[in-house]
């Protein structure tokens, strides 16, 4: 049973798989990149649109570890679409207040782009509406095996708790909200730890149409899910009697 309405929460952190770009081109025999170029105005969109609506974090994979084994000029065009988009968006990002991180392995990438995502994570560091994550090089087994090998090398115990502090997102909540465009059902390797109590959205649209009224319909969604964690309705009815501020 979902919250009536009047007891909607916001979702805090949303995470979104923006797939589809490719499909969204070849349906207009457009070359893939031309796709990927509209879903970086999609993105745009969508970022405002979560400032609009008070989400607290975004995060977005834009390239996976996998995304290297794609033809070479797909990725260098991905490539490219960064460079133009780290030159380009930060005046827009600074005046809606979003601050920019890169999560990924920036090892390889070229220098300009490596110079590029710092500069621009810089320039956007005191903004304070929305904490933008753009996964960019990123794996959730990367992720994990890197927090693994980092307490390894401190000599730091391995616990759920040391393992969370030592990944990449350790600077936000846990995704409440996952959404996945383009009608794929799987997780392709995005936040394996931090999804663990995620609720989980797949859309049919491709991330190029993912427009505000899709964002509403899964927000909306998540809306009415109820998020157990664990524990039974009946338990939760029971904390929500007694703290009505914290259910
Ligand atoms: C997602 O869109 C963007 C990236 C992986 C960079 P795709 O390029 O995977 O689009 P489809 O799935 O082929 O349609
Ligand atoms: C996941 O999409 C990666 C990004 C959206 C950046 P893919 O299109 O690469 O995922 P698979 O290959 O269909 O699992
Ligand atoms: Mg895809």
């Given at each position: 049973m979902g919250k009536p309405a009047s007891e909607a929460v916001v979702p805090r952190h949303v995470a979104i798989v923006m797939d589809g770009n490719g499909r969204w081109a070849t349906r207009r025999f457009l070359p893939r990149v031309a796709g990927h170029k509209q879903g970086v105005e999609s993105l745009r969109r969508c970022v405002r649109a979560c400032v609009d609506r008070g989400v607290q974090v975004l995060t977005v994979?834009?390239?996976?570890?996998?995304?290297?084994?794609?033809p070479v000029e797909e990725v260098s065009g991905l490539m490219d679409l960064m460079v133009g988009a780290l030159a380009r968006e930060v005046p827009r990002l600074t005046r809606d207040g979003v601050k920019l991180h890169f999560v990924g392995?920036?090892?390889?990438?070229?220098e300009k782009i490596a110079a590029g995502l710092l500069k621009a994570e810089a320039a956007t560091a005191?903004?304070?509406?929305l904490v933008l994550n753009v996964c960019f090089n990123y794996g959730g087994r990367w992720d994990i095996a890197r927090a693994a090998a980092l307490l390894a090398t401190r000599g730091e115990a391995i616990t759920e708790a040391s393992l969370d502090a030592a990944m990449?997102?350790?600077h936000v909540p846990d995704p409440d909200l996952f959404i996945r465009t383009g009608g794929e059902q799987r997780l392709?390797?995005?936040l394996l730890w931090q999804s663990a109590y995620a609720e989980l959205f797949f859309s049919d649209k491709l991330w190029p149409e993912f427009d505000e009224a899709a964002l509403d319909d899964a927000i909306a969604a998540y809306q009415r899910r109820e998020r157990r964690f664990g524990q039974t309705s009946a338990q939760l009815a029971d904390n929500a009697r007694r703290d009505p501020q914290a259910a």
């Open positions: 994979f834009a390239f996976s570890s996998e995304n290297w084994n794609r392995e920036r090892g390889g990438l070229s005191t903004n304070n509406r990449a997102l350790s392709s390797n995005f």
